[in-house]
């Protein structure tokens, strides 16, 4: 019975086999050692594909839409012209994997290992890309718009002619990419700057740390004529612009910051795919140990570059982790700024209170007063009716308040009675 199993998924088209279950699919890959299995225009959409060894498989052209491909194996693969759309390619493996002009729209390749990768044309708009390996990628062409490249590793990639606009790359480490165009393009620094979206418009030249720095100067400088603008603070615009100097906002000195440290040295040395047969003692030459150790050195080289993938996701984290930490310590700091304000408002509005009344009963204290006096003493000279009026004001004051009060405000006119 499992020979006649095992004839027909010898017999049964790539396809087939793999929608039985990545189980199935990786055991019948590692039975017979299909190269390059054929999935082209294959329909894998909302299929669940996490762990499936698919490298070296041709997908050209296939739909993959919502795909689950967590930890999938796609080294060296075709998906030129494929469909991705909603994709889960977190920690997959992507080595020299061909997804020219394929449609990536919201994909996450959240800490995956896209060395060598070729995204030429492809559509990553909203794309995560988050703490991923991006060492010597093409993203020619690509439309990288709103994409997170936070933390990234761009090591030596080539992004001219890319669209940039919206995209985070926030601690990416750039050194060595290519980013020459002529296209325009908005870059946010940090997903909690959304209103410091600055346009860069990229030059011919390679984009270095000292140049980076200097884009940042005039663009901050921009940034805070406007927002004088904005506000209203003319006086404070003609100054600033008559030669006040702004420093590097912080999110700018981060990057240069991430620019100068995150930059490992990354080996050219590339593991051989597959394993080196071995060869029967009867014919061990100095060729077979020259094989052998060729092959250790190959392990070893794979085992430095995983540790340093490792490496660039702790340090990704550690970042995270203190960007969140920084977030709720400013939000704290303005709640409690909020509500200081709050209670001297309420202070502010107490006292207004407190004045009125004080005023009312001043002024009926002393309307009180001269109707006394008037009809009392209705034929006082001026001088005497001031002096009756204020004495007797007084008086009252002081036991509706309990204190003295001196009035220096005009007393009412003589009340003439009918």
């Given at each position: 019975m499992a020979a006649e199993t095992q004839n027909s998924l010898d017999n049964s088209p790539p396809i087939d086999i793999l929608l039985q279950g990545v189980e199935m699919w990786n055991e019948w890959r590692e039975q017979t050692g299909a190269e390059a299995p054929d999935l082209r225009n294959a329909n894998l959409s909302g299929a669940n594909l996490s762990g499936a060894d698919l490298h070296g498989a041709d997908l050209t052209g296939a739909l993959l839409l919502q795909a689950n491909l967590i930890g999938a194996y796609l080294s060296d693969a075709k998906l030129i012209d494929a469909h991705l759309d909603s994709a889960d390619l977190r920690d997959a493996t992507l080595r020299r994997t061909d997804l020219s002009n394929a449609r990536l729209r919201k994909a996450d390749f959240g800490d995956a290992i896209l060395r060598l990768a070729n995204l030429r044309g492809a559509n990553l708009i909203d794309a995560n890309l988050r703490g991923a390996n991006l060492t010597e990628a093409s993203f020619v062409g690509a439309n990288l718009r709103g994409a997170s490249l936070r933390g990234a590793n761009l090591f030596g990639?080539?992004?001219?002619?890319?669209?940039?606009?919206?995209?985070?790359?926030?601690?990416?480490?750039?050194?060595?990419?290519?980013?020459?165009?002529?296209?325009?393009?908005?870059?946010?620094?940090?997903?909690?700057?959304?209103?410091?979206?600055?346009?860069?418009?990229?030059?011919?030249?390679?984009?270095?740390?000292?140049?980076?720095?200097?884009?940042?100067?005039?663009?901050?400088?921009?940034?805070?004529?406007?927002?004088?603008?904005?506000?209203?603070?003319?006086?404070?615009?003609?100054?600033?612009?008559?030669?006040?100097?702004?420093?590097?906002?912080e999110e700018a000195e981060l990057v240069i910051s991430g620019l100068r440290k995150n930059s490992p040295t990354e080996s050219d040395f590339e593991p051989k795919e597959g394993t080196i047969r071995a060869i029967t003692s009867a014919v061990e030459t100095a060729y077979t140990l020259a094989e052998k150790k060729r092959h250790l050195k190959a392990e070893t080289d794979a085992f430095i570059e995983k540790a340093k993938d490792e490496h660039l996701k702790s340090e990704a984290d550690l970042r995270h982790t203190n960007e969140l930490a920084e977030i709720q310590r400013e939000r704290e700091k303005i709640t409690a700024e909020k509500e200081a304000l709050q209670r001297e408002r309420e202070a502010l509005e107490l006292q207004r209170e407190r004045a009125k009344v004080r005023s009312e009963i001043i002024n009926k204290a002393t309307e009180d007063a001269a109707s006394t006096v008037d009809r009392l003493s209705p034929n006082l000279s001026a001088s005497k009716r001031e002096k009756a009026i204020r004495l007797l004001a007084q008086n009252l004051l002081k036991l509706y308040l309990g204190e003295d009060i001196e009035l220096v405000r005009p007393l009412p006119a003589y009340r003439t009675s009918n």
């Open positions: 990639a080539n992004l001219r002619d890319a669209n940039l606009t919206n995209a985070d790359i926030f601690g990416a480490n750039l050194n060595g990419a290519s980013l020459s165009s002529s296209v325009e393009s908005e870059v946010v620094l940090g997903a909690e700057q959304q209103k410091s979206v600055l346009t860069i418009r990229l030059t011919k030249e390679p984009l270095t740390t000292r140049s980076l720095t200097q884009v940042f100067s005039a663009l901050s400088d921009l940034h805070a004529q406007f927002w004088f603008l904005k506000e209203g603070r003319y006086d404070d615009f003609v100054n600033f612009s008559e030669g006040v100097l702004l420093e590097l906002p």
